[in-house]
């Protein structure tokens, strides 16, 4: 119990200290006009409350990730504490916090825009292809899991297949209509569900004594199948701790801030949000069964191809919190991955518009480029297993979070500002994610050891030309003031 108050008072702390150090080193400017008015188009540039827009961005970001990620992770051990609570600090935090405040400043571009401004016109290209089929993977991702909890929930009375039905109707009203119509009022009832399973199931730590791993039992690795810490449990706990989507939602909610003072309060402390999420979720999963190692078996019992994740929480939820509570709870569950899989298809939408050039403010044009999204996630929904979805979004997705954290580092270098706070992180998620695809079975499927290796002369390799750049940098500063 020692560790996980710790590591909930670290995050609380990171955000009032580090998050202040942030918005320090970018540089905000209380009196500059946001695209929220500059660009007011009461379609998707809607001026917004910063509340409404902290809980639209901590639902949009708080998908299955932190919850069935951080169960997961725990399999490692009491290791999965230290990545949630520092991955969130220094990584998570920053590169959402960046990428929003860098999208408010250029207009509220989406990410392959920022992205290529930074990084030049071929990761441009590769990023708007890269991007959009990743809001349609998580779209068919987040519309498959919810189905098959609401399921479970009805106990089958509505089928999976309707479910889905459902689920995809409600994707395309919240795509196309005005953000501040349907997103905009529906998520405050979604944030309350899922903040109240949160808070019960923190509450039910405490008042059920249950025994919390702690630091000091050891951070060896306990995998029941061997998986390395490195780099299998960083991508594990991924919306936990960084995640790529999270950078394609910032944009979103960067055309409707009102003011650049309240850029922390929406993207820092939305992300510092999650992570506290998934630190509950990673102790309950653990102290509940007794320990790691209960947890594991637990995992052990379970029919093949069970969703781990999703029994925990069922077991979880209605032990603890009794039949209503675990149902709200369930709910909360359901909510997660509906609010990410509805805004990563309006995301899609914004993206495919801004590089098509393709005005957003009348229903016909927003139809142009949303049904072509609609159809693809439609095929992959249908065609394509969940878990083999699942398993392409993971490394997908840190993917993403490498590129925009060596856009933030080089946007912070070519502005003469510390750059260090995005390069550190920029380096160690190159060196996970470059190392994750050598080794993992959906990659190149190499040994760890050899993946290792592969991964380090990567992380050298983009290292070395960060500090080309630089030094050209310096150098062409240097002759224009000679």
Request: aromatic share 14%; proline share 4%; net charge positive.
């Given at each position: 119990?020692?560790?996980?108050?710790?590591?909930?008072?670290?995050?609380?702390?990171?955000?009032?200290?580090?998050?202040?150090?942030?918005?320090?080193?970018?540089?905000?400017?209380?009196?500059?006009?946001?695209?929220?008015?500059?660009?007011?188009?009461?379609?998707?540039?809607?001026?917004?409350?910063?509340?409404?827009?902290?809980?639209?961005?901590?639902?949009?970001?708080?998908?299955l990730?932190?919850?069935?990620?951080?169960?997961?992770?725990?399999?490692?051990?009491?290791?999965?504490?230290?990545?949630?609570?520092?991955?969130?600090?220094?990584?998570?935090?920053?590169?959402?916090?960046?990428?929003?405040?860098?999208?408010?400043?250029?207009?509220?571009?989406?990410?392959?825009?920022?992205?290529?401004?930074?990084?030049?016109?071929?990761?441009?290209?590769?990023?708007?292809i890269?991007?959009?089929?990743?809001?349609?993977?998580?779209?068919?991702?987040?519309?498959?899991?919810?189905?098959?909890?609401?399921?479970?929930?009805?106990?089958?009375?509505?089928?999976?297949?309707?479910?889905?039905?459902?689920?995809?109707?409600?994707?395309?009203?919240?795509t196309?209509?005005?953000?501040?119509?349907?997103?905009?009022?529906?998520?405050?009832?979604?944030?309350?569900?899922?903040?109240?399973?949160?808070?019960?199931?923190?509450?039910?730590?405490?008042?059920?004594?249950?025994?919390?791993?702690?630091?000091?039992?050891?951070?060896?690795?306990?995998?029941?199948?061997?998986?390395?810490?490195?780099?299998?449990?960083?991508?594990?706990?991924?919306?936990?701790?960084?995640?790529?989507?999270?950078?394609?939602?910032?944009?979103?909610?960067?055309r409707?801030?009102?003011?650049?003072?309240?850029g922390?309060?929406c993207?820092?402390?939305?992300?510092?949000?999650?992570?506290?999420?998934?630190?509950?979720?990673?102790?309950?999963?653990?102290?509940?069964?007794?320990?790691?190692?209960?947890?594991?078996?637990?995992?052990?019992?379970?029919?093949?191809?069970?969703?781990?994740?999703?029994?925990?929480?069922?077991?979880?939820?209605?032990?603890?919190?009794?039949?209503?509570?675990?149902?709200?709870?369930?709910?909360?569950v359901?909510?997660?991955?509906?609010?990410?899989?509805?805004?990563?298809?309006?995301?899609?939408?914004?993206?495919?518009?801004?590089?098509?050039h393709?005005?957003?403010?009348?229903?016909?044009?927003?139809?142009?480029?949303?049904?072509?999204?609609?159809?693809?996630?439609?095929?992959?929904?249908?065609?394509?297993?969940f878990?083999?979805?699942?398993?392409?979004?993971?490394?997908?997705?840190?993917?993403?979070?490498?590129?925009?954290?060596?856009?933030?580092?080089?946007?912070?270098?070519?502005?003469?500002?510390?750059?260090?706070?995005?390069?550190?992180?920029?380096?160690?998620?190159?060196?996970?994610?470059?190392?994750?695809?050598?080794?993992?079975?959906?990659?190149?499927?190499?040994?760890?050891?050899?993946?290792?290796?592969?991964?380090?002369?990567?992380?050298?390799?983009?290292?070395?030309?960060?500090?080309?750049?630089?030094?050209?940098?310096?150098?062409?500063?240097?002759?224009?003031?000679?």
């Open positions: 119990m020692i560790s996980f108050c710790f590591a909930v008072a670290i995050l609380i702390a990171g955000y009032f200290i580090y998050g202040k150090f942030a918005e320090r080193i970018f540089g905000i400017d209380r009196h500059r006009q946001t695209p929220a008015y500059s660009m007011t188009d009461n379609v998707d540039y809607v001026p917004m409350s910063w509340w409404r827009i902290f809980l639209i961005q901590f639902l949009n970001i708080a998908g990730g932190p919850i069935f990620g951080a169960i997961m992770g725990m399999m490692f051990g009491p290791a999965a504490f230290l990545w949630i609570v520092f991955g969130t600090v220094f990584g998570g935090a920053v590169h959402d916090y960046f990428s929003g405040m860098m999208s408010v400043r250029s207009g509220g571009a989406s990410l392959p825009e920022l992205n290529g401004k930074e990084l030049g016109i071929a990761a441009k290209q590769f990023m708007r890269f991007s959009l089929l990743l809001m349609i993977l998580v779209g068919a991702v987040f519309i498959s899991g919810p189905a098959g909890l609401l399921a479970g929930i009805t106990q089958n009375y509505i089928s999976v297949f309707w479910w889905t039905v459902i689920v995809f109707g409600y994707y395309i009203l919240a196309l209509l005005p953000i501040d119509k349907l997103i905009g009022r529906i998520y405050p009832l979604f944030g309350a569900v899922l903040l109240f399973m949160a808070v019960g199931i923190l509450c039910a730590l405490f008042v059920n004594s249950a025994p919390i791993p702690e630091i000091t039992d050891g951070l060896a690795n306990r995998h029941p199948e061997g998986l390395p810490i490195f780099p299998m449990m960083f991508v594990s706990i991924a919306c936990g701790a960084i995640s790529g989507f999270h950078a394609t939602q910032s944009p979103m909610m960067a409707c801030l009102k003011n650049e003072k309240y922390r309060r993207f820092y402390g939305a992300m510092v949000a999650e992570g506290i999420l998934a630190l509950i979720w990673a102790a309950a999963a653990a102290s509940f069964f007794g320990s790691v190692d209960g947890l594991q078996d637990y995992a052990a019992s379970l029919p093949e191809n069970s969703n781990t994740g999703a029994e925990v929480v069922n077991t979880v939820s209605k032990t603890w919190l009794g039949t209503f509570g675990g149902l709200l709870a369930l709910l909360g359901v909510a997660a991955p509906i609010t990410s899989g509805d805004t990563a298809l309006r995301s899609a939408r914004l993206i495919a518009a801004d590089f098509l393709v005005n957003q403010k009348r229903l016909s044009k927003r139809l142009l480029v949303a049904v072509p999204v609609f159809a693809l996630t439609f095929i992959i929904l249908f065609f394509v297993p878990g083999v979805l699942w398993r392409y979004f993971a490394w997908c997705n840190q993917t993403l979070a490498v590129f925009t954290l060596w856009a933030i580092t080089v946007y912070l270098c070519r502005n003469g500002k510390n750059y260090f706070i995005s390069l550190i992180p920029a380096l160690f998620m190159t060196a996970v994610t470059s190392t994750y695809i050598f080794a993992a079975p959906e990659g190149f499927g190499l040994g760890i050891a050899l993946s290792n290796i592969f991964g380090f002369a990567i992380t050298v390799f983009t290292g070395i030309l960060f500090v080309r750049y630089r030094n050209r940098l310096m150098k062409t500063k240097i002759m224009s003031c000679s």
